[in-house]
């Protein structure tokens, strides 16, 4: 313990930071001192159920009594006991169902982790999942000079394997509000996320807001929604991967499940929504009358404290670590601040509501006034939903209470609030929503959608240059293909559905040379299974126009819906948002784009502006100035998106749609940004994985010539080099040995003196013997081993 104490000194005096936990809250703390140059972490990944607890070793389950309280069963399962609310840290709550999960440190979210610009950050990675492999990546952070450090399986990294421990180590050059998320299969679903933040000087924060300034903050806190389901993050991934998305609610269901749809008649829900959870905490989603929801269960709350007679200034900062559904987030009468997306500061915007996809994240602060002089006010998270089968439905919802200190939370009828005061939209003050999907609202609703590129970036920054000798321009459709060939829609990025190629690039560069498996560009499949891979020439302004098509209407209904796409290693400039054509009164999708053709009909390779002087980026519309960065950006169905970036960050960088799903289907690809040789070396510890084969040649000569077990770090060029070895080894013991019997021999004849000579014999004088025996060894020595003879 002594030896713990002073190694344990000894890090804090080089200004290291060991954190294994944290006490659930959701204020943001950050993890050490200001001028500390390296913090560190502790994350353990493993399986927990929901709604327990652990006493003296076991894990026994949560229930919340009749009278609101929340109780413990004994493990005897004759009792209950009474569990005091500053005592319940350690129960994921979720949506008050038992479901087992993947925790962080015995947490959903995991711990959050706060850190300042400029420090290197070290997080020790444990795997202690029975069957699964796991990375985690850390979504906002570039990852300059450590690609291999971004945390993607299968691109750049081997995977985390049970019992393993991984160190990530980097440097926090990205300030503002991230996240970090598994990024293996449908695991971040199952709760391996939680919140990333970088906190900047407050000098740097000044001078990058320019002349839009931030008022002093009272508190600063996180704030996550997920969507929640009642079954496995993998059973739902399966029910997709074999199109059998009918049976959502059920294979015993007699009723199957049909999508629902959003404003615009396109699919939001192609899901069930179940139940949501802030920071952790939710409600089971209620959709039959006469039944309520759980009052019981613990709600996140975010508490106001020295409210002064002006208000206090709080600011939120959002992340959607969804598998699947978009939400609209409000605070009852407190307007919304936007005030950076992405992690990157925008010049203040004040709207009543903000939208975010998967993959997003929005700052925002409030002035917490209590203006209705209640005390308690609802936070909704609603989803897009708004019919089913033609008919109108209410979204998917689940809330969160803002209370100010001075109010005892009322602990019977919390959600009561949430029925009766919420904003009303009128003509004379109709309610702004930033970040829609879509481009108009029914207008008897009174809400206008603000397109996310009326934004602006404080400083004004110029949009990157369009140079036509260091300028890379490429259409890229995010939809769903393959009908034809598969009998299902499947999800691609110009009709092809990625695979994980055969070994991490980024570790192991050298397996590209086989090509095997990539795509082949400049073609135009219908659908096509391989490693979707692009270059982008280092040094060149990229514009990227992202797309999502929708597929012909089977039956009547519009296949297709809107994406969020991100790409790691870079913040892009959003320059415009092509919408499709809409019903400008009732906001019904009407026909896609018509800025862009596709001769195939397909709309993979062959996409093309329509107006062929719109290349070379001379696209009308365009942000010129300021335009906002983003790295998770929504493309609307049927319709587009410009972005650029500098490609200035050598490395392999996957790119994919942030819904869990969808990018577990194919559609994501890697951008291989500059050579080889540009992009700075993974450490070579970390080559560990891939695929494995072996001949049965090299089978055959392990088992006829067994190795010690130290030997075990061979290649298959070893094995062969070693065959190789062994056949030569064999040959030279053989000549020797018949050397050595044939020497005998003459030096049997010599002692005879006699010698041969055409089938006879001769003696030999003893003065000829020297000759003759030199002049056998020359041979040998000139590798002639035909023994000496007349």
Known sequence: MRIFILFHGILLSLGVVITHGAVRTNKVTPGSDEDQSTVEFYLVIEHKFTMTKKVNGKTLPVRVMSNGTLSYRTASCDDFIHIDEDDSDDIIFADGGYKLVHAINGSIPGPPIVVYEGQQVVVHVTNKLINEGTTIHWHGVKQRNSPWMDGVGAVSQCTINPHETFTYRFIADD???????????AQRTEGIYGAFTVLEKKADEIKRRGS???????????????????????????????????????????????????TDGIDSGVLPFEAG?????????????????????????????????????????????????????????????????????????????????????????????????????????????????????????????????????????KFK????????????????????????????????????????????????????????????????????????????????????????????????????????LGTNPDVDECTHMVELPLGNTIQLVLMTTISPAINGVLNGNSHPIH?????????????????????????RNSDFECPSGLCHDDVRWRNSSWYNGNIPGIVNQGA?????????????VVIRFKADNPGFWYSHCHIEFHNDEGMGMIFKEGAISDMNAA??????????????????ELMANPRPPGQTD???????????????????????????????????????????????YERIPSDETSSRQHAVYDRINNKSYKYYHE
């Open 567 to 591: 790409i790691h290693g870079h913040s892009f400039q959003v320059l415009k948002v092509g919408w499709p054509h809409y019903n400008n009164m009732t906001g019904r999708y009407m026909q």
């Open 175 to 185: 300030p503002g509000t991230h996240w970090y998320h598994a990024h293996v299969g």
């Open 683 to 700: 450490p070579p510890d970390m080559q560990r994985c891939g695929d494995f084969s072996f001949s049965e040649d090299t089978f055959n």
């Open 417 to 520: 609030i949430c029925h009766e005061n919420r904003n009303k939209c009128t003509a004379g003050k109709p309610c702004l929503v930033l970040n829609c999907p879509y481009r108009f609202y029914p207008v008897e609703e009174n809400t206008l959608c603000i397109p996310l590129t009326d934004l602006r970036s404080p400083l004004m920054d110029p949009t990157h240059n369009s140079d036509p000798e260091h300028f890379t321009e490429m259409f890229l459709n995010y939809h769903f293909s393959g009908f034809d060939v598969l009998g299902q829609w499947v999800p691609t990025v110009n009709g092809r559905r990625h695979q994980p190629f055969i070994m991490p690039p980024q570790v192991y560069p050298q397996s590209l040379d086989s090509k095997h498996g990539i795509c082949k």
């Open 714 to 760: 061979t290649t298959q060029e070893d094995f062969e080099n070693t065959k190789q070895y062994n056949k030569i080894l064999v040959v030279a013991l053989g000549t020797v040995s018949t050397l050595l019997v044939l020497s005998i021999i003459y030096h049997v004849y010599q002692i005879s003196a006699r010698k041969v000579k055409k089938q006879g």
């Open 628 to 640: 906002p960065l983003k790295d998770t950006v929504l493309v609307p169905a049927g319709g587009y």
């Open 277 to 413: 959870i802030i920071n952790g905490k939710g409600n089971l989603h209620i959709t039959q009358p006469g039944k309520n929801i759980n009052e019981g269960l613990p709600t996140e709350t975010f508490v106001v404290e020295n409210s002064a007679s002006g208000g206090v200034a709080m600011r939120f900062r959002l992340v959607n670590a969804a598998m699947h559904f978009a939400f609209r987030v409000s605070i009852d009468h407190h307007p919304l601040n936007v005030i950076a997306t992405d992690g990157n500061h925008v010049n203040t915007m004040t709207v009543e509501s903000v939208i975010i996809y998967g993959g997003e994240r929005y700052d925002f602060w409030i002035n917490a006034t209590d203006p209705l002089g209640t005390g308690v006010y609802c936070v909704r998270f609603e989803t897009l939903e708004k019919e089913k089968n033609g008919k109108r439905i209410e979204p998917g919802k689940v809330y969160a209470l803002l209370r100010y200190q001075n109010v005892k939370p009322d602990k019977t009828n």
């Open 212 to 262: 839009d300034k931030l008022p002093v903050f009272g508190s600063d806190h996180h704030m996550i929604v997920q969507d929640w389901l009642k079954e496995s993050s993998v059973y739902v991934a399966t029910l997709l991967h074999f199109d059998d998305v009918s049976f959502a609610t059920g294979f015993d269901n007699p009723v199957c499940f049909r999508s629902s749809k959003q």
